[in-house]
């Protein structure tokens, strides 16, 4: 397949930006290392006990990953776990037990589909998962099984687990607990949650493309499932005194290219609640068709939360944007509680179940702020504000709030907001005292016109020692996902929060920096999210690389000669894509574990997908790929990559530099053997910010 080259054609632009202005030395010209500015650590992860008066998150300062913990009423944050080293595992799902004294966690990341786990450190024994129990009093930390998902009954002290996509259990109460298969099922099991009174237990069975919402009765010990059909049961959730279990139905509709194209209508999907008592199942709500007929989830722990006076709090995209709505389920009736142009995730019910905390983007759309809003009434209030990013809330039982926050020059904390409305750093020790805050500036909006005319946000972080009169070498970087959006602060992904850290290096380091918010990600509503032609569905995104490339080499203080690009996974495809059809304009890029053929990747996700038998879609998604312009590609790239990657198969970069080796295109790797997609090793994020920063200095200055 030949196709043509694209050229770059002059159109009038325009851009607006805007700085929020830190105070700093007027003969400071400071610089920090890469070691000081990646320091910070990351919280993520918080979860409230069963009585709301205490709250564990995990934080990972520089690989090394710790659950911490606060206790009303005094809220002393204290570490309650001893990791002391990097050992490439990951940590996650916390959960409290039903007593409060004790908090389950997982250690170690999931296997691959051929069983492996991840061992970036290449342990001899290999990787595993485990079920770790932690003591809050004593500290005394035990690892109980291999496993994950822990869920504890509420009452008693049975845990259950997901091992090998079959539900396990174990009695944590015994001084050598053992666990024992407590089900069988065909398919994989999932999102488990116990019936308030701990007598059944609900759980998603996952078959491909259907999957139901089981009930295991533990006391007659069977199973059964609630009104199977053909369609895709998710999202259990029992009602306070567990008579009842709402749940989402999303209808089954074949796509020829189920990921990675737009699609902003299809099958309506709906809302369904089992009545025990009766012994009925019924539709209580169904989405209009149109604008909201597909079902798109929202960051948070539950998409289906059970409010007072019988409300279901879900997401739901009928204005063309991600708001929460309550639905009265005895009349049907629903009312959109988060009203306006922005997105509001992060939801959680309040302990009194009356209201919903969120955050949300509204009239601050390129940071995040919490809200509340009363269920019965719509009522919203916003409980914080200004230059920062806050998320995450959770609500305690005094009615104090505690949260993750950020701003363009603080990384990630985390904070409590008491009930006068005064907010304290609850763990200040998570932000070294040598972390650059007073070297770096927080970077500006940016409002610019892609190529095609779409208004495009970014962020654009200047040198600390900006001189408007002189000219700086430039990088772009672009996002992974797609379904992402950059802040104006520390992002709350761990992953982001990296590479806002490495951004800020690069302007450190004299560089111009530009974040590109393009079309397919998250923020601005679903026509900016559901863009036509973006991804495999003609690469409507390359319109605001090109206008971003064009908005930087235009500007008096940007050398227009010397402009590159970086990007991870999603953000690695973009990378490569302007390389490979504007190699004139971006002199050269790094490709962290991007997508180069559409085909391969969108396989990996859908086995079923043939490109032999969709050949039309398939010669649309190549089109769309870096691969199908290599005879234009003559920029130098470096390519990042680790080889039990699950998200993008290392095969992408494989034959990527097999085809820029043989045009004669210079590539630099970097290869982590038994590396996952997002680096579990910190060592490894310093590596590639180094070599990356080599690399750029090497072909941009």
């Known amino acids: 397949m030949k196709f043509c080259k694209a050229v770059l054609v002059p159109i009038f632009f325009t851009a607006s930006i805007h700085f929020n202005v830190v105070a700093q030395p007027a003969d400071s010209n400071d610089s920090f290392s890469l070691e000081q500015i990646m320091s910070a650590a990351k919280p993520s992860d918080g979860v409230a006990s069963r009585d709301h008066k205490s709250f564990a998150w995990i934080v990972n300062r520089e690989g090394v990953r710790n659950l911490w913990l606060v206790e009303a009423p005094d809220y002393d944050a204290r570490r309650i776990t001893q990791h002391k080293n990097d050992v490439g595992k990951n940590m996650g799902q916390p959960a409290f037990g039903s007593q409060g004294n004790q908090v389950f966690y997982v250690w170690g990341g999931p296997a691959n589909r051929s069983g492996e786990y991840p061992n970036p450190t290449h342990n001899a024994g290999g990787g595993n998962q485990q079920i770790h129990m932690v003591d809050i009093t004593t500290g005394k930390d035990v690892a109980l099984t291999h496993g994950s998902s822990p869920t504890p009954a509420p009452r008693g002290h049975r845990l259950v687990f997901i091992r090998g996509g079959q539900v396990w259990e174990i009695n944590t109460a015994n001084d050598d607990p053992q666990a024992k298969p407590m089900f069988k099922i065909r398919g994989s099991a999932g999102s488990l949650s116990w019936s308030p009174d701990a007598s059944k237990l609900a759980f998603v069975s996952y078959r491909g493309d259907h999957s139901y919402i089981g009930i295991y009765d533990l006391d007659a010990e069977t199973i059964r499932y609630l009104s199977p059909s053909v369609d895709q049961d998710r999202h259990p959730v029992w009602s306070p005194e567990g008579d009842r279990l709402a749940y989402i139905r999303i209808p089954h509709e074949k796509q020829v290219v189920p ?78 509680l988060t009203p306006g142009s922005h997105e509001a995730h992060f939801p959680t019910l309040t302990t009194d179940k009356e209201s919903v905390a969120y955050a949300s983007n509204l009239d601050d759309i390129d940071r995040r702020h919490i809200w509340r809003s009363d269920i019965i009434t719509g009522k919203s209030k916003q409980l914080t504000s200004g230059h920062g990013l806050e998320w995450g809330p959770v609500m305690m039982e005094d009615g104090h709030l505690i949260f993750a926050a950020s701003s363009g020059t603080q990384p990630a904390h985390t904070e409590l907001l008491d009930s006068q409305g005064n907010r304290r750093m609850l763990n200040p020790s998570a932000i070294p005292d040598d972390f650059p805050s007073g070297e770096i500036e927080a970077p500006g909006q940016v409002k610019f016109s892609a190529t095609d005319g779409k208004e495009i946000h970014g962020q654009l972080f200047r040198p600390f020692d900006y001189q408007p009169d002189k000219k700086y070498p430039a990088v772009l970087f672009f996002h992974g996902g797609s379904r992402r959006q950059m802040l104006l602060g520390f992002h709350y992904s761990g992953y982001y929060h990296n590479c806002y850290s490495f951004n800020q290096y690069l302007a450190n380091q004299g560089y111009m ?65 302007g390389l490979a059809r504007a190699s004139d304009l971006f002199k050269a890029g790094v490709d962290l574990h991007g997508v180069h053929n559409w085909n391969v990747v969108i396989e990996h996700f859908n086995s079923s997908y043939d490109p032999l038998e969709y050949r039309e879609a398939a010669e649309t998604a190549f089109r769309a790929s870096p691969m199908a312009y290599i005879d234009n590609w003559v920029s130098p790239v470096m390519v990042v990559h680790g080889d039990d990657d699950r998200n993008v198969p290392f095969s992408e970069t494989v034959d990527l530099v097999e085809s820029l080796r043989k045009s004669d295109v210079p590539v630099k790797q970097l290869i982590f053997p038994d590396e996952v997609h997002g680096f579990i090793l910190h060592e490894h994020w310093m590596e590639t910010f180094h070599q990356a920063t080599s690399f750029f200095n090497q072909h941009l200055k």
Do not use: C
């Open 259 to 336: 990921y990675f194209t737009p699609r902003q209508k299809g099958l309506p999907w709906s809302i369904r609640v089992h009545n025990f008592t009766n012994d009925t199942d019924r539709q209580v709500w169904k989405a209009e068709p149109g604008q909201g007929s597909v079902f798109h989830s929202v960051y948070a722990e539950k998409q289906l939360m059970w409010a007072e006076g019988d409300h279901l709090v879900f997401p739901w995209e009928r204005s063309g944007w991600a708001h929460l709505y309550a639905l009265s389920i005895d009349d049907g009736q629903v009312r959109d």
């Open 513 to 577: 920096v530009l974040s590109v918010n393009f079309r397919s990600g998250i923020g601005y509503g679903l026509d900016f999210r559901e863009a036509d032609g973006f991804g495999a569905s003609g690469a409507s995104e390359f319109h605001d690389v090109m206008g971003a490339g064009l908005y930087m080499r235009n500007r008096d203080d940007v050398d227009g000669s010397n402009i590159g690009l970086w990007g991870g996974s999603y953000g690695g495809y973009l990378t490569a894509l």
